[in-house]
């Protein structure tokens, strides 16, 4: 809407110049002409500005200032019974000694700790709809073996990894959440003994699982929002779309290897985000 009203007001001040234009041609250009012309297309330009700044951009600033609002008060209310959890968790590992409710317990911090993950990308996302993001400088090597612990801890696939020590100046939540896209990809993709490998060479980052793979045909759509090759898997169809729109953004140039029934092969040429 903003885009259209910003278009909008252009064109009618291009209107308005030939107008003057035409009125200056077939009336003579003179000192007092000139002025009325000018005085014409300020007070034009002032008024339409005015209309458009009232009408269309202070009620979407009311708007995100309320959602802002709005947005900060639940996630804090979110954050709380989330600390408390892990908090008595903590203590309770202290305390009880058996092998049984030992495991329970750790089911429950691992769950918590994913809560607390998904938590920290809904705060990431909603301040990326309302602020610009900054980039930060970090490891490539010690992100990747942090998220691929985590995805571990699940009791699935075995992780290959071999990773150069790089750094990297880019938005970092945003691209652990690629990476755990293509991860958590790689692994429901493929049979819980087959090894995902993770490696780079120069600034290619490559993501490779021994999965069912995709045909040829259907990578064309593989990165469009909702679509699902295997509609028996869980999952909404928007993960690869993320993962796509993020390497835009980062100017990370992405490309998709793809056979059927022998595996995928994800490359991301960090060229871009390398310092």
């Excluded at 005015?50 to 979407?60: N, S, V």
């Excluded at 900060?72 to 968790?89: D, M, R, V």
């Excluded at 769950?111 to 980039?135: C, D, G, M, P």
Aim: charged share 20%; hydrophobic share 45%; proline share 1%.
């Amino acid at each position: 809407m903003i885009w259209s009203a910003v278009v909008s007001y252009l064109l009618s001040i291009l209107i308005l110049l030939s107008a003057i234009y035409w009125f200056l041609i077939n009336n003579g250009f003179t000192k007092s002409n000139f002025l009325i012309a000018s005085v014409g297309v300020l007070i034009v330009a002032l008024g339409w500005g005015y209309i458009l700044a009232t009408h269309l951009l202070a009620p979407k600033k009311n708007m995100d200032e309320k959602f802002a609002h709005l947005s900060k008060e639940i996630l804090h209310e979110l954050n709380i019974p989330l600390a408390t959890i892990q908090a008595n968790t903590t203590l309770l590992q202290k305390n009880l000694v058996d092998e049984k409710s030992q495991k329970r317990l750790h089911r429950i911090k691992s769950a918590s700790s994913r809560l607390l993950r998904l938590y920290n990308e809904l705060v990431y996302s909603i301040h990326k709809e309302i602020y610009t993001i900054e980039k930060e400088k970090f490891s490539l090597k010690e992100l990747l073996l942090e998220r691929v612990d985590i995805l571990q801890a699940f009791g699935r696939n075995t992780f290959d990894i071999a990773i150069d020590a790089q750094i990297l100046y880019a938005d970092k939540i945003g691209f652990e959440q690629m990476i755990d896209n293509l991860l958590n990809n790689a692994m429901k993709y493929s049979s819980k003994e087959s090894v995902i490998t993770l490696q780079t060479h120069e600034h290619i980052l490559s993501i490779e699982d021994r999965g069912i793979g995709i045909d040829e045909s259907l990578l064309v759509a593989i990165f469009e929002r909702y679509y699902q090759t295997d509609t028996s898997q869980q999952g909404q169809g928007i993960g690869l779309a993320l993962v796509k729109n993020y390497c835009d953004e980062m100017k990370i140039d992405i490309t998709l290897h793809s056979i059927k029934n022998q595996g995928t092969r994800v490359t991301l040429d960090l060229e871009n985000v390398i310092i």
